[in-house]
Structure formats: structure tokens, C-alpha cells
């Protein structure tokens, strides 16, 4: 089959708008908490605010005249301070704490509104994305990059949005005491802002370079820890050592210039900050030599003492706020192409489905009439409505299906089906004969619609399945593939994903069909062994005989199999093949097999050859024919 | 289990013990720093410009030697954290590389990748973690207590009282949190695990038609996942609003008290700046314990990974090389003494029992017999992929166990049934067979194995490059692929398990003709399920509950009418009417 797998790439930057459409998903369930929290950091804000200015007012306004006056006269200032100070620092507790449950609830409430979201559209997603896409990097954009989305909600944004509040804040208060040294700060501020600029941004590039080579070496990891018994098979292992290393290196290499980049951040930051300390102390008092008239908000007059200590407490502020938001900035250029990747899952176009025939239960009486029914009947009918004349007819689910000059490509320069027609009459089983790659398992991707043909027609019961609701298409067709998957929990739980609503007794039953009855009451708990990693300790054949238990079960009116019982061994093949045999009696059976000892009994048997229908007959014709099938069966020839 | 891991500073020791020397440096100067500011503050009242600019000058010379011990601590971090982060993948590896098969079955492939990338990028940040934040808060704790107290004994006790206070609230607190934390992992890992089987089983998953059944049971994991992760937080966020109330109060207090004592003695005992360094280092007390109950729960949620991987370094691989072990297999003949086998000390039925066989060198064994009758289990033992759990295994008449691992593995080639390519040209796969093969010894393993034939039709030819996974190659092809390569190392013994299936009987058989023509000498054991890839085989053995049920040469097994007997007629009925 054609794969053209893309890696994603990790390291790219986020795309535009994509912190907007982040902060929508927030906002829409959110919004009324969201704006509570604003309220909140807003308080907490100015708790702080006021508390840094706090004692500056005890000791202007207490203690300076408590010292002439004596302690006696401001008393109960201090203490009417005090108190008025403690509940405002209630507020800003209370207001903390809100903050902090609300921002649980909403990063984690997002965090679940995105999974979902991603879990859905993926559930609907076409075969070709899967085919198209590594499975690793479809699992990273669950992992890794939601992860990074809960750090941006959950600690950035909050922290982002009180550092700004508390710089806006902080920065007013240096304007209503002093013009000229705000200014002063603004000289600094551009020099600050250019350090973040530089060592922010490397550090945000290292830190996507780390990811990327993260991804390499995490991925080679993953390949070498799946052959490793080739590896040890091989005497590999030092060759491996060697490559491992190369790319262990370049991720050592990567992390260091990331952390380096942020970690030097914080501390060039906070010592500009303290320069600027030293410098404002300076200035200020040389502007009092000077003489200086004072311009600011409180208005104009002189500079004193006590608005330069006042200054100096707003500018140490400053540049703490400053030195936590600039550690934030590789966190959220990461993030935000975390976000990013999650967005693209969540745009992906889903399968389209615009059949509108519906497979119902019907009711048939003496006359052949089909009537539509709410009860289970064992009978199927396709509802077709006809939109033309406004009429219902109802046609009774047989099997019968039709393959009409069938064209199809994967990918549009290489042709895989030409000219492909056929025909399976209810209770005909059809087999599939050629070599990988001829385009067998690509017929029957075709029937249950996971590719859409590009030329041709496929009639189903004499409808195009085009028209047919593609859900009940599938509902109509049970398919065993060579490669199993089987999903944690018991083995009674993956025999019962056929048919949900399956009694114990109907699952036992079709496992003793498939043959597989025997090993599973051997195994240590029976039917409720847990199964995990898709079946670790079972082996291959011994999935696939739960797989064709779990079709069984489903029983469908239409099989395809699809090298089901390759890995099983021919006498318990045999054993399968009766019982299977049973079950579709008067039903449509797909076969896809290497061994032609299973397809023998086969109405129809296809030779299939790059695309096209070379030879088709029974076993016997095609023998008697001494073309391709009989060279194949007696092992003269070799498709390729 | 810490000092385990601590073995894979090495070379990044002098990183290592540098950060938290600087990081020491820089908590001193950054406790000095509101001392003298204080000083400078209080030179601003007294508006003199010189002790303003002798302070001033103290406190540039004190930032310039704060940035240097911040920038060198900061970059030492990086390194050491990097490279002991790299250091583990390395250990973690190579280690990896040491262990047998069983051992590999012990862990899971699958807990293995784990281990070696979640769980390290877990350890390294806690690493970082601790040489920084783990120094760096509790230093910063000590000098602004004693700092405080050199500006005010009694004034410090009031930060000295609510330290104990913070300690207990925050020690519960985490005490709580950690073990929810614990279970909320389990969780989360299982709906990834969930999402994987999905991607996995995505035809599974269409072809029942069970996406609203996904759907809703995804939609129910995350739920919980939602839930527990909500309620975790809530307790956490708990934890600022307890501290910040512990620091206000202090700070209330020390103002209150502060402002007292500066009127009543007339700024003496206290002065107005003193009192503004006192609450700047009240400040630096609490966020330090802050700070410190953020980095014990890091701490012990890295504890977890931490275990894992120790697990795997601590491992002691008991398929070890033999020390001087024989290096030259003398020829292809294997003998097996009463060999009994089980994979797992625990399981109750061995997977082999008393198996006695000797097969002479240069002949072809081809082994048949049903699902889960231990044929893979048979000739694992032969190139000591296992150790038998009694009796010997014998190759060229020295038990596998005498010789050197790698020699005997070089003589014993073995196509394993879950065969993997690996990404790279098809060149570079051959050259796992023989680094220094050459082109042509490669077009001649390809041409044995019938695979030089689909390789030069490929556009690049040799230099193909095989996707990961081999995706981009049929099955047939990816198994006569792995036969050349196995080839490549002209093996004395050559095993084949069910290396075949997916090619067909025609090409099975012409690969057998040019085994039996160009190497003779070699011997070969084939597993198949074909009775026809065995059937021309000098010896046959039909195995069956983890014993030898028949042995013998096609026809004599054939007048056995036996097992062999049943299989050969039900693959070959119907044959007689052509």
C-alpha cells in the first residue's frame, strides 16, 4: 500500500491566531469564571501594590511625627492603619485563593474540552489520515502537546496577566510621584526589554531545536527497543551504541543552549534591575541638589526624600515583575505550538458521509413484501428513500454484491485497481488471489468505503454505496485482518466489541466457533484474563483466533477475511475454516488467503495481478485452465 | 537508589557542584543587598550625596558579582542537568543492550520506551531542580533569618515563630496532594494508552462502527481524568492563599511592632530602613518555604520515575558471556540432552520438557507442528537467546553456555518470526548480516534469498531506503529480506521461524533449492506451516505441547499416520485431481 508518512514537524512555530482561538475555547465555557478571575488578580494586584507603598505611609505618616510627638499621639493612626491594611490583605487572600481554585477548573476543564475534541474528530477522520500520519507524532499532540497547553492556561496566562496588571500599576505610581524619573526607568526598561528580546528568543528557538531532537532521539529509541531482539539476534548492539550516541549527543547539546538561553535570564534581569536601583538613588538625589521642580500626577513642587524611597520600592517591583514574566517566554512560544499541532488535529476534514440509505430491522411476509420493524428479527432490509418522488422503498439486506469497472489509485501517479469488475452472489465465497501488493486487501478497503473508488461503480444489494449511510454499510460487513488489534480489558470485553449488547453465553459461543474457546479457558483467569499492550502475551495466532471470535460474534451478513488465520496453524485452520463455514452459510464471504488449501471450496476465485482480474472460476476451472492459479497451486510460478 | 543515579553525573561533576557553589554566592550577595539598600535608603533621608554614592558604588560592585555567580550558576545548571540527563539515555541504553531476551520480556518493550524518555525527562528536571532551587531556598532561608536577627533579635522572632507553622501546613498539604497525584498518573496513563489503541485499531474501529462507543468511553476517562486533576489543584491552590496569609500577618505584625519600637526608642533600637529590610527579608523567608514546598513535590513525583529507572540500571542480565569463552564453533552439528525450558521461574508448565535430539552438521531439520507448541522456544535455545532451565544445548559439541556470546550468535543466524527492518537503505539493513560486506557478497545473499530479483526493480535499487517499520515493502518482500540478511553472516547453523508465510510456495521452494546448492555445509533448521516447505527436509520433527511427538524423514512419518500424517492430507487434499 502507498504510505507516505509526514513527519510533523516539531519545532515549527505556532500558527497566527492561534492564542486567540485558545483563549475563545477558554471564553466560551468559561467566560463568567474567566472574568471572576480577572476580578480577582485585579484584587490580589492591588493588595500588592498597596502593600509595597504600605510602609512607606507608616513611616511618613506615623512614625516621622512619632518621633516629635511621641508615641502616644499616632497610636491610633497606626493601629487604624493596621487594621485597614489587614483587610485589604484579606481581600487579596480570599481573592488568591478564588483564583486558584477557578484556575483549576478552568485549565483542567479545557484541558478535557480539547481531549475530547481531538478524540472525536479523530474517531472520524478518514483511513488515509491514519495511513498517512506516524502514530507516534498523532500520540505526541495527545501527550506532550496538551501538556504544554496546561502550562500555558494553568501557570502562564495567570502569571502573564498579574505581572502586566502589576506592571501598569506599578508604572502609574512612578508617574504620579515622578516625571523625570520615569523616564529614567523607560531607559531601562528598553535596555531590560532588549535582553529578553535576545536571550528570550534564543532560548525559545533551543527550546523547539530540544523538542525536535527530542523527538529524533525518543523515536530511535522507540525503533530499536521494538527490533531489539534483532538487534541482540544480529551482534548490533554496538552499532547501535554509536548511533544512539550521535543522537544523544545533539539533545544533550540542544537542552543546554535552551536552558542556558532562560536560565541567565532571571539573574542579568534582576542585576539591571539593581543598577537601576543604585543609579535612580543617585539621580533622584541629584535632582533635589539641582533643584529640580518635580513634575508628576500628585503635581509639581519639590522632590523630597520620601518620594525617592517611595520610587525606589515602586522600581524594585518593577523589575521583579519584569525578570518572572521574561521566564515565561520560551514556556508560551512552546506552548503555543503545542496548541498549534492540537488545532490542526481538531481542523482535520473529517470522512464525509452523504449516504442516505439506512439499514434497517424488517418484518417479510408470505408475499415477499418487506415491511420496516422496531423489533429484532434477524431480518435486514435497506431503507431507501427517493427523494424525486417522495417514496420509501425497502430492499430486503442480502449480500449481493457488484464491482463495476472498478478504477483506484492511493496517491494519483500510481494506479493500484484498473477495470476491476466482479460479482459475489448471496452465500458465495469469493477469494482473492495474487501477490502483496496486487491489490487484494485494497478491493476491500473499497467495499466497506475506507478509500472512495475513483472510477467504476459498487453496487450493494443493487445499491450504489455511495448512497449508503456509511456507518450501516459497515454495520453489514465484518472484517478480520491479518494484523490484530485488540484493546485493554478482558478477553470477554474484546470478543463483545462485535456486538455490545452480547450475552456471556453468545460470546463463549462464538469463540468455541473460532476455535479459541480451548486456549482461553487456559489461561490463567479464562475468559476474564485482562488483555494488555493490544495482546503482549498472547501469541499471534491466538489473536487472531479472538479476532475472528470477536467477528463472529458480530455476525454480519458479509465477511471478508483478510489473511485472518495466517498466523494459525493449518490443522486449527482447518478446524476454524468448518466452523466458520457454518456461520455463513447462505452469507457472503471475502477471502483473502496465501494458502490456497483455504480458498479451495470458493465459488469464485480472483487472480489478481498489478490491479487487474488475470484468471476467475472455481478451483476446478482454474486448474483445468493451466494458467496462472494452476502454476500458482503447483508452485510452478510466482506472482510478483 | 539515589546513588544510583548520582553514578551518571561523571563528567559533568564539576557542572554539577559549581551551580550550587554560585548559587550559594548568589543568595549571599542577594541577602546583603537590602542590608545595603537599607543603608542607602537611609542616606536618602539624610539627602548627603557622598554616603549615597559610597553605598551606591558598594551596591554595583555587589549587582556586577551577583550577575557573574547568577550567569555561571545558570549556565553550570544547564549543563549538568543536559548532560546528566544524557548520561542516563546513555547508561539507560547501553544497558538495555547488555539483557537477554528474557530480560527484554521482563520489562516490556513498551515499559522500556518509557523508562527511557518520559522517566528521564522526569529525573533531569527534578535534577536541575534540586542543584538550583533544592540549594538555593533553603541557603536563602538561613542567611534572612540570620540577617534579621542581626538587624533585630526580637523583631526576628516573629518570622522565626511562623516558620514552624508554614512547615507543618506545608508538609500536610503535600503529603495529601502527592498521593492523589500518585493515582491521578495510573489514570492518565491509561487514556493515553487509550488513545493509542484507537490510532492503532482505528479499521478495527470503523469496521464495527464503534466511534460513538469510543467516544463515549473516551469522553468518560477524560471526565474522571478532568475530575481528579481538578480536585488535586484545588487542594494545591490551598497552599498560596495559607502562605500568603502567614506572610501578611507577619508583615502586619513586624510593622506594627516595628513602628512602636522606632517611636519609643527614638529610631535607636530601629531604624526606619532597618525596618524596610526587616519585611524584605520576612518576604524572602516565606517565599523560600514556598518555594521549598514546590520543590518536595517535584521531588517526590519525580520518585516514581526515578524507581523505574534504577530498576532497569540495577538489573543483572543472567545471560551473560562467558569470561574466555570459546570464540570458535567448531561446525554446524547441535545436540539437545534432556533439555527442559520455561520462561519464567513462576510459570507451572515449562514451555519445553525433555527434549533429546541430535542433529548432525549440514543437515536440513525442518520442525512443523501447531500454534503454541514451543517450535520458536526450541531454536531460541540453540543461539542462547534463552537458557535452558535443565539439561544442555551443544552446538559443534560445546554447550552454548562455553562460548562467547557474540561468536556463538555470529555462527548461529536465526530469521526471527516477528522480523523487523529497521529505517534506513536496504543496503544498510543487509550490513546488519556484515558491516564489511561487500556489493557483491550482498547480490549474492539477495539472489539466495530470491530477492535480487524485486530489489533491482525498485528505482534506487540497493539503496531503497526502507521506511520504519519496512512499511514501504510487502510482507514477502520484508521476509526475504531478512533472510539475506541473515545470510550475510555465513552462519554455520541457519534458522529460519516461519520466515517464509508471506511468501509464496514457488519462491519458498526455489529459496530451499539454492540453500541445498550454495550451502551445503551450513546447517539449517526450518519452522513452517507448510508441510510442503518441510517435506524434502532430511529430518522432520512434529512438535506438540512442548515435546518432540514424531521425528523422521517425510516418508516415514507419513507411514506413521500420525499427526504429520493428518496435516499432510488436509494441505493436500483435492491435489490428487490435478
Redesign the interface.
Known sequence: MA?D?RKQNFGQKAKKGTFKRLFRYVWEDYGFRLIVVLVCVLFSGVANVI?SV??QR??DE??TP??ES??DS??GD??RM?VT??TI?VF???A??IQ??L???I???T??KL??KM??K???LP?RY?DTH??GD??ST??NDTDTVRQLI?MSLPQVITSSLSIVATFSMMLYYSLWMTLAVIVFLIVMFLVTTKFGGASAKYMMAQQKS?AK???Y?????????????????E???EE??VL??Q???D??????N???L???L??IG??M???L??F???L??AGVTNVGFSGMGAIT?GI??TF??CCRQLSQTIGQISMQIPQIAMALAGASRVFDLIDEEPEVDEGYVTLVNAKEDENGNITETEEVTGIWAWKHPHKAEGTLTYTKLTGDIVLDMVDFSYVPEKQVLTDVSLYAKPGQKIAFVG???AGKTTITNLI?R?YDIEDGKIRYDGININKIHK?DL??S???V?QDV????GTVMENIR??K?DATDEECIAAAKLANADD?ITRLPDGYDTMIT??G?SL????RQLI?IARAAV?NPPVMILDEAT???????E?LVQRGMDNLMKGRTVFVIA????TI?NAEAIMVLDHGRIIERGT??EL?DMKGTY??????????? | MIKRLLGCVREYKKATILTPSYVAM?VVLECI?PFV?AK??NS????K?EP??YY?GI??V???A??F???M???N???A???F??NL??DL??K??????SD?DAF???S??TR??TDV?NVQNAF?MVIRIAVRTPLMLIFSVVMSMLINVKMSLIFIGIIPVLGIVAFFLIRKVIGIFKRIFKKYD??????????????????????D???KK??AT??E??FD??YA??I???N??IM??CI?TA??LV??LG??L???S??TVLS?GE??SL?TYGIQILSSMMMLSMVFVMMSMAEESANRISEVLDHESHLISPENGKTEVANGSIEFENVSFKYNEKSKKPALSDITLSIPSGTTVGI??????SKTSLIQLI?R?YDVTEGSVKVGGVDVRDYDL?SL??AV??V?????L??GTIKDNLR??N?GASDEDMKRVCRLAQAE??IEQFPDGYDTVI???G??V????KQRLCIA?ALL?KPKILILDDST??V???????IRSAFKKEIPETTKLIIA????SVQDADMILVMEGGMIAEQGTHEELLEKKG?YY??FQ??T???E??
Open positions: 504510505r508518512i502593600a504600605f510602609l507608616i513611616i506615623c512614625i512619632g518621633l511621641g508615641l499616632v497610636i497606626l493601629t493596621i491594611m489587614a490583605y487579596g487572600i480570599l488568591a485563593f486558584a481554585r484556575m483549576a477548573i485549565t483542567q476543564g484541558l478535557k481531549r475530547v478524540f472525536e479523530m474517531e472520524t483511513i491514519f506516524a502514530h498523532i500520540m495527545y501527550t494553568g527530542l532521539c525518543e523515536g529509541v522507540e525503533e530499536m527497543m521494538n527490533g531489539l531482539k534483532v538487534v541482540k539476534v544480529f551482534n548490533h548492539e552499532t547501535c551504541k544512539f550516541d544523544n549527543e539533545l544533550c547539546h537542552g543546554t543552549e535552551a536552558h542556558r532562560g536560565n541567565v532571571m539573574p542579568i534582576a542585576n539593581n543598577l536601583y543604585v543609579l538613588a543617585v533622584g538625589v541629584s533635589i541638589y526624600a525617592i524611597i525606589l520600592g501477490a502483496t501488493g466497506n475506507f456507518p459497515r454495520r460487513l465484518g472484517i485482518l488489534n485488540l484493546f485493554t466489541y462485535g455490545l486456549f499492550g493490544n503482549a501469541s499471534q495466532g491466538q479476532s458480530a495466517s498466523s494459525i496453524d493449518t490443522r486449527t482447518a496465501h494458502r490456497l488449501s479451495r478451483h476446478n486448474i494452476y502454476r500458482l497451486y503447483t508452485g510452478a510460478f510466482e506472482l510478483e | 548568589e543587598l539598600m542607602l535608603i536618602i533621608g539624610t539627602t550625596m549615597i554614592l551606591g551596591l554595583v555587589l549587582a556586577f551577583s550577575l555567580c547568577g550567569v550558576s545558570a549556565i545548571a544547564a549543563i542537568s543536559a548532560g540527563a544524557k539515555r546513555h541504553f547501553y538495555v543492550q547488555s539483557f537477554g531476551f527484554i516490556s518493550v513498551s522500556l520506551v527511557m524518555t525527562t536541575q491509561a487514556m493515553n494508552n487509550s488513545v493509542q489503541e484507537n490510532v492503532a485499531g482505528i479499521r478495527v474501529v470503523k469496521s464495527f462502527v464503534r466511534e462507543y469510543e467516544k473516551f469522553g477524560a471526565e481524568v478532568r486533576f481538578t489543584e484545588k494545591i491552590a490551598l498560596q492563599p500568603m496569609f501578611y508583615m502586619l510593622s506594627f513602628a512602636k522606632i517611636i519609643a527614638g529610631g526606619t525596618l524596610s519585611i512443523i507442528g501447531g500454534t503454541g507448541s543461539n537467546l557474540e550468535r555470529d543466524s536465526v526471527l518470526q516477528k522480523n523487523v529497521f529505517s546488519w548480516g558491516p530479483e524485486f521506511e520504519r517499520g512499511v514501504n510487502s510482507g514477502g518482500q540478511r553472516k508465510s508471506a509464496d510456495t514457488k519462491t519458498d521452494a526455489l506451516q507448510r508441510v510442503a499427526i493428518e496435516v488436509s494441505q487434499k483435492g491435489k485431481a490435478v
